[in-house]
């Protein structure tokens, strides 16, 4: 969402988006530090990137985000091809630091107060026009030991609810019909049911999805607002990273296996139909093959419908870079496999026990797979995370809601057709139908 922000910054100033590197006269790279892999990616894209500047010197190539905010001095140090590093608190103020840029010397910008996002922000959508995300809150109050995000993104800024509904109408006047809600931890934003219910309110908004749930704040209150309102996605996504006590308290998650048990079992109370993803994070230091067994058994007992594993990998300033003893990287991989095949085995029942129905399909355009095919997505698909419904026949509408008879299930996604009017009603007799309804 910042690169949304800033590129609808930057057009408010008269700049356009150009088709490719070879056009632009300002070059941006967003860049996420949080973990070495990200970093590295990064790196490799601004030096990519610098080439497009060797052979054009009058183009201009800065840097935003996480990996300045965190190696700033280094960077700016250690690559002289880039003329300005923004950090993460600096980049609102991106346009006005072009230009004053073109009279100054300073190359580095890192040092300003920890930005609010509390008045609605310029978007250019870097999504399909379907579904956008809306950023609830900034920074974390948290103190995962694995985690460098609290140092970089600083402590947790709630967006006034004000502010989020003119955003979240804004983008719905757009043509976006589904709205991701997102944050470090979204259920830390203080009156998460309230502003649930008041998203619920705005016209043509069809679907609400939260993501990024913490297991600890999960409450009666937001899960009966959950059940209650029709446009809010039968979906939780809850990280738990591990299911062995031990790990939890090492990683400093705050809650127990009991706790996440209970949660899962009080979520599936509430909303029956719902669908749980999470992730895991296995090589944990300490972590031994009785850890793991536990993490599996508590896998294959709340039977997550969607679930991504990590490998823990080591960040410099986290607490838990001085933990022993280290699992060797390529056992952590073995783990992170049999957490993968168990996963797997669990998806497939559920991916069969879909084919022949008939779902609402949010259809987003084509798909990334292949141009030759339509990909939409059903209410418990979060997008870029969750598989997707190809569609081969019928009559489609992008950006709408339609009715999609599930023909093939696979691994993680599925094949259908858009059935119009009649068929729907012809096939209704062997469909397991959700008692959800999408709103027209
Ligand atoms: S809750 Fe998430 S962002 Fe906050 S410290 Fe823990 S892992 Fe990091």
Redesign the pocket.
């Known amino acids: 969402m910042d690169t949304e922000i800033l590129l609808g910054l930057l057009r408010q100033e008269g700049w356009e988006v150009a088709a490719a590197p070879e056009a632009a006269n300002l070059l941006l790279v967003n860049t996420c530090g949080f973990i070495q892999a990200a970093a590295q990616e990064a790196v490799d894209t601004i030096l990519e990137l610098a080439r497009y500047k060797e052979a054009d010197p009058g183009k201009r190539l800065v840097v935003t985000g996480c990996l300045v905010q965190r190696y700033g001095p280094d960077l700016a140090a250690q690559m002289p091809e880039v003329d300005l590093f923004v950090g993460v608190n600096d980049f609102p103020r991106l346009p006005q630091i072009l230009q004053a840029a073109a009279a100054d010397e300073a190359r580095l910008f890192c040092a300003a107060p920890p930005f609010d996002y509390a008045a609605p922000q310029p978007r250019y959508p870097a999504t399909p026009r379907s579904f956008a995300y809306l950023k609830i809150a900034e920074g974390?109050s948290?103190?995962?030991t694995y985690?460098t995000?609290?140092g970089i993104r600083g402590p947790l800024r709630p967006r006034p609810l004000a502010t989020l509904l003119a955003e979240a109408q804004a983008l719905v006047v757009s043509g976006v019909k589904e709205l991701n809600l997102v944050a470090?931890?979204t259920t830390a934003y203080p009156g998460l049911p309230e502003l649930l219910r008041e998203l619920g309110g705005i016209q043509s908004l069809e679907w609400i999805r939260l993501l990024y749930a913490?297991p600890a704040r999960i409450t009666r209150e937001l899960l009966e607002t959950m059940a209650g309102q029709p446009q809010i996605c039968p979906y939780l996504d809850l990280p738990i990273q591990h299911g062995h006590d031990e790990m939890l308290r090492r990683m400093g998650r705050g809650y127990s296996r009991r706790q996440i048990l209970a949660t899962c079992r009080l979520i599936r109370e509430f909303l029956p139909r719902a669908a749980l993803r999470t992730t895991v994070m296995v090589g944990f230091p300490g972590e031994t093959e009785e850890h793991l067994a536990a993490l599996c058994e508590l896998i294959a007992e709340v039977r997550f419908e969607h679930l991504g594993v990590f490998i823990y990998s080591p960040e410099e300033g986290a607490p838990a870079a001085r933990l022993t003893p280290p699992v060797p990287r390529r056992l952590a991989r073995q783990r992170a496999r049999i957490i993968k095949t168990l996963q797997a085995q669990i998806v497939k029942a559920r991916q069969k026990s879909l084919k022949g129905t008939i779902q609402p399909v949010l259809v987003e355009g084509v798909s990334a797979e292949s141009e030759h095919l339509l990909a939409g997505r059903l209410i418990t698909q979060a997008p870029e995370i969750d598989g997707q419904v190809f569609i081969t026949a019928g009559d489609v509408r992008i950006g709408e809601i339609q009715p999609v008879l599930i023909t093939r299930a696979l691994p993680y996604d599925l094949v259908g057709e858009v059935v119009d009017g009649r068929a729907k009603k012809e096939l209704t007799t062997k469909t397991q139908r959700s008692p959800r309804t999408t709103k027209k």
């Open positions: 974390c948290h103190r995962c985690c995000i609290p470090q931890d913490h």
